[in-house]
């Protein structure tokens, strides 16, 4: 089995803080023992670290999520993955998750990628509605069809919410297939993950507790006939501790304002303290 990742940093490996993220304890899971391999950003067929032909007959994790990444990035990069696997070791499932709307993608004279965003070089420009929503949504539909096309089973993680205004008034949504998708795209998973104390930060990067219910999600979405272990088996004492019991000034923050934090930027943070 082929598992492909790709995402944001809600997705992407957390090394400093957790051992696991949702994506390996559903790999563990699903494949039990599997290899992870780590897809360069900007994937092209053949790309110089990873190549199709050389994958062998097991178990396989790639990994292609990365702090700070836009829906322009993720969807360019998925598009070649899929392709390049088709008639060499063909991916059999795909976990997409898709981040902030207003982040793009920005490339240097010499090449070298930058991503945009709250806060990486928003000196450059992120995207503004209702351009932002319509392109994400636009990515989501290519993406599905050609997950279709290929008979590649697939889930779609709307991890931060869509604009709800441009929802409201686009044509688009009657085209999506919403049985993939593990949260509404108005809800999003992150305020409601803030609010219910399952984040370790601001920004509402998933804790253990909440990289152990979007595993979960995705499992019941999928209807895969497995069960998780319990969560002491996936994260240390140390991570549990410091996620359900030593509770914080900043934790009960986020819980109080997690609906209202948009992207948890430093300066969103002082707004609201000072109107507390």
Known sequence: MIIYSNGCSHT??????????????????????YDVINVAQGHYNKS????????????YLLKNAEHGKSNDLIFFETINVVLDSINKKKIDLAIIQFSGVNRRVHTNPDGILEHVNPFDNHHWGIKFEPF?????????IILQELFVKYNINYCFIPYMEFDSDVLDTTDKLKFIDESKLTASL??????????DGKTCDAPGHPNCIGYYEMASIIIKKLKYDVELKPLEYYFTKKEIYRDLEKNSKMQEFIKQYGMILRDGTDDRIDELRNII
């Open 186 to 195: 108005y809800d999003g998973h992150r305020n409601y993950f803030r609010k």
């Open 132 to 140: 932002a929503t319509e392109q994400s949504l636009q990515y989501l």
């Open 48 to 59: 110089k670290n990873f190549n199709f032909e050389n994958l062998s007959n097991k178990n």
């Open 12 to 33: 992407a490996d957390m090394g400093m803080n957790y051992n696991r993220v949702y994506i390996d304890i559903l790999s563990e899971v699903l494949m039990g023992d």
